[in-house]
């Protein structure tokens, strides 16, 4: 008997659950309003169905009760609530309805409430989710397709990345990689890593937003010719993946004078070959310092191309190999 109450109970307990909630109040006692503009998000995901719902609570009275809707220019669903009261600086929290999965979520998330307030944009509205988004807005890795940098100096949220002169600025194709969730943007425009092709003969603004979309870091990326500053050894980057130059200019004007691999420091075991176009070995190192100037016997090699070889590990395995151009 004992057993049949406790199955019958938890019964009653998942079909309360299940209902979709009688959420209502009279926004006739209240003085008072301010709105937002939001997203719902369950579990990692946006919610869009009309069933959907959200509501504000204080003190456990409803105060705003609202479902999401698809906003055309922004191709994406948002939520438009107004949440009533009498007293200003009342906390504010939230619950989710998920209609998908007849649940209620209680959401970590509480604001305070202030009189005519308006709170969120289509491109920076207040996520309301359950687990909480990442509000990290970092750049974490960035680079070009095909043209790795030489070097990068980074102050604060500015970018100098120095690359071959035989690259044109104006068609750099990005690659990066950001915090977890985190979105760029130029101008509120998206960018995909390694798709589109950008004009950096001057500098550009890059935006980053995180996956809560309650950061929103700006970064101004420069690009210039050369090698950047001679004391570089790495370390800028955020991992040890190697960055290999291929334009090698032994000139006297500290622009690709020496040939770079950025990050071959993390390779104390490294080994590389450089072989002119008719095969003959015209240079190779065991753990390489960048400081190898096109010279073979002491002597300054022809211009032209020269494919390399190298072994990161020391293992007899070619890791990486391809051509460096030696410019007068």
Known sequence: MKKSIFILSLFCINF?????????????????????????????????????????????????????????????YYTYMTIFSNNQQETISFRIYDSAT?????????????????????????????PRLSNQAEIVYFSFVGAAPNNIEIDGNNYTLYISNLVSKEFLVPEFTLSDGADMFINQQPQISRQEQI??????????????????????????????????????????????????????????????????????????????????????????????RGTYKGETLPEGNYYYQIDLDGNQTIDHQGWIYLSQ
């Open 16 to 76: 309360l659950q299940a209902q979709d909630p009688n959420w209502t109040f009279n926004e006739s006692d209240y003085q008072y309003s301010m709105t937002l503009i939001c997203q719902l998000n369950i579990d990692g995901q946006d919610l869009s169905n009309a069933e959907d719902k959200v509501a504000a609570f204080v003190n456990g009275q409803v105060r705003g009760v609202s479902s999401p809707s698809y906003v055309a220019s922004a191709d994406a």
């Open 102 to 130: 007849a649940t209620v979520r209680n959401i970590g998330l509480t604001i305070e409430f202030l009189v005519n307030q308006h709170i969120g944009t289509l491109f920076q509205s207040l996520s309301i989710a359950s």
């Open 199 to 292: 004009d950096f003969t001057n500098p550009v603004v890059f935006q980053v937003r995180s996956e809560d979309r309650s950061t929103l870091n700006t970064y101004t990326l420069n690009v210039e010719y050369g090698i950047g500053p001679s004391e570089f050894d790495g370390e800028a980057f955020l991992d040890d993946q190697i960055y290999i130059s291929e334009y090698l200019s032994p000139n006297g004007d500290d622009i690709n004078d020496a040939w770079k691999i950025i990050n071959i420091n993390y390779h104390p075991e490294s080994k590389l070959w450089v072989y002119s176009r008719t095969g003959q070995l015209v240079y190779n190192a065991t753990t390489y310092n960048n400081d190898w």
